[in-house]
């Protein structure tokens, strides 16, 4: 079986400190990354294995500062934003860009695999691989083949997973795969308890610690993760898979008043003091 041994590239919009979180392991090497704005980023990875990261604010306008950046990749990550139009433009262009045996996969948390491997010359080599938040402590990865995918690509991104060290769980290609199947609508039903009245944030995010065991609660979780986020899956899986996921409305009401959890300084609960830090 053939290894990876060449390149890992994380194309991403912004942030992209994402791609240091992914690879982050004690027992891996220091290396240089180049971003194509010029800066570098110290990344430590996984022994055997370099990172060529992308961290323009639009990948359009950096690229051509570098000759072909994905042209040895063995394996590209996508991560931008969950924008099916934005992934297609981006895997049309990688499917034209790269080496013919690379595989291109997706860390698409919700959104179709097929429509996005569509968009390729090579949709055989298309695979999503859904790393959970947070990527360095979270022992899973969702591997979600869809229709077209190869049983070698599966099994390549199954190798480069063990050799992560994270467990993989396979799925089918159907909306939310299976962590946002559950996880959005139970973070939903958060939001309408804290707009019905019935506790606090806090009480709601710690019953959920101390009395089911979460490590985080789901209102903080959000946060995180980032409540445009969460409202732009819920929103999808409302107009895929019915009313269970209709978003709540403080939920909206956030998001349309600009709090978008922690990156913003602000969401369900208040980040500013954290800003500078």
């Known amino acids: 079986m053939r290894k990876f041994t060449t390149i890992i590239l994380f194309v991403l919009v912004i ?27 110290e990344l430590q990875l996984y022994s055997g294995y370099y990172a060529l990261v992308i961290g323009c604010g639009d990948y359009r306008r950096g690229w051509p500062k570098l000759p072909n950046p994905v042209k040895d990749a063995d394996l590209v990550i996508e991560a931008v934003f969950e924008d099916l139009e934005l992934k297609q433009t981006l895997f049309k262009e990688l499917g034209l860009l790269c080496q013919p045996g690379s595989i291109l996969a997706t860390n698409s948390s919700s959104l179709s695999i097929s429509r996005i491997a569509s968009a390729s010359n090579r949709p055989e080599q298309v695979i999503g691989l859904h790393f959970f938040y947070p990527v360095p402590v979270s022992p899973a990865v969702e591997v979600v083949p869809c229709l077209s995918t190869s049983e070698k690509t599966t099994d390549m991104a199954l190798s480069f997973l063990k050799k992560l060290g994270k467990e993989a769980l396979v799925t089918k290609d ?10 959005p609508i139970f973070a939903n039903e958060a939001f309408n308890l804290l707009h019905e009245g019935m506790a606090t944030a806090e009480d709601i995010d710690k019953a959920c610690k101390l009395m089911l065991g979460h490590p985080i609660g789901p209102l903080e979780l959000a ?38 959890g922690k990156k913003s300084g602000k969401g369900v609960y208040d980040y500013q003091s954290d800003k500078g830090s």
Not at 16 to 36: C, E, N, P, T
Request: glycine share 8%; aromatic share 10%; hydrophobic share 45%.
């Open 223 to 260: 946060d995180r993760l980032g409540l445009d986020t969460t409202l732009s899956v819920l929103t999808y899986l409302h107009r895929e898979l019915g009313e269970r996921y209709r978003p709540s409305p403080l939920l909206k009401q956030l998001v349309n008043a600009g709090h978008f």
């Open 15 to 41: 942030p992209f400190l994402f791609a240091v979180d992914l690879l982050a392991d004690q027992r891996g090497i220091k290396v240089k990354a180049r971003a194509v704005d010029g800066s570098t980023k």
């Open 174 to 183: 159907f909306p939310g795969f299976l962590i946002n199947r559950l996880l």
